[in-house]
């Protein structure tokens, strides 16, 4: 499986953006980027994922880069809410995705 | 209803016990998954079931014994359990024959395993 790397920790203050990034230098051309967070004592849930255009939700945007070597979750208004591990995770297509969560980023955010 | 559930949410047993994790979606996906986590780590794939017949099984040590008895329920048969394998455990689902274009994996909450 190719890999992501992810920085350990981020820190933002509430109601401002917040910018996350994902290298994976080594993805193929049939990975999708996926993202996934982990509120504490939950499981995880998804966010958001794409294969090559940027993309928007309720949640969040990914932004990939042009050679798909990077991408970047992007929160618009961070809340307390939001402070958990956050995974980017490339997934191969198939008939049922298998996740390979990194280590991912911790996101701290203050009032 | 787009819950996955588990059951028991905390579990302690001994290295002699047997004990069973269940896990119940009622979203009619396909594909159940088990992941095991430990404490400060991401969640490592253990087992995926695909349409009830078991597809990836990560070299997962034999005293694990996953069971998909119908669509909507998962198993996890615990036997002759080691302290190290004191864990969060969580199940998933996933729809399934969507190409990656969207398999988005439902986490349930996770059993809390100790194993003393």
């Known amino acids: 499986d190719a890999k992501t790397t992810q920085p350990n920790s981020m820190e933002s203050n509430e109601e401002e953006p917040v910018h996350l990034p994902c290298n994976h230098s080594t993805i193929s051309g049939t990975d999708y980027i996926h993202w996934y967070r982990q509120l504490p004592s939950q499981g995880p849930e998804y966010v958001i994922h794409g294969l090559t255009s940027n993309v928007n939700n309720r949640m969040a945007s990914l932004a990939i880069a042009e050679d798909r070597k990077s991408s970047t979750l992007i929160l618009h208004r961070a809340t307390l809410r939001d402070a958990a591990v956050y995974y980017c995770i490339l997934s191969s297509a198939g008939t049922a995705s298998k996740l390979t969560f990194g280590t991912g980023t911790r996101l701290q955010v203050t009032l | 209803d787009t819950e996955v559930t588990q059951t028991p949410k905390h579990l302690v047993m001994g290295m002699t016990n047997k004990k069973s994790l269940k896990c119940e979606q009622h979203m009619g996906h396909r594909a159940m998954y088990w992941y095991k986590q430990k404490a400060k780590k991401p969640p490592e794939l253990m087992f995926v079931?695909?349409?009830?017949?078991?597809?990836i099984n990560e070299s997962v040590p034999s005293r694990f014994s996953p069971e998909c008895p119908n669509s909507s329920l998962l198993n996890l048969h615990l036997h002759a359990l080691q302290p190290e394998d004191s864990a969060l455990y969580l199940c998933?689902?996933?729809?399934?024959?969507?190409?990656?274009?969207?398999?988005?994996?439902?986490f349930g909450p996770g059993t809390r395993l100790t194993v003393l």
């Open positions: 079931y695909s349409y009830e017949k078991l597809s």
């Open positions: 998933a689902s996933s729809p399934v024959g969507l190409a990656g274009k969207k398999n988005e994996q439902f």
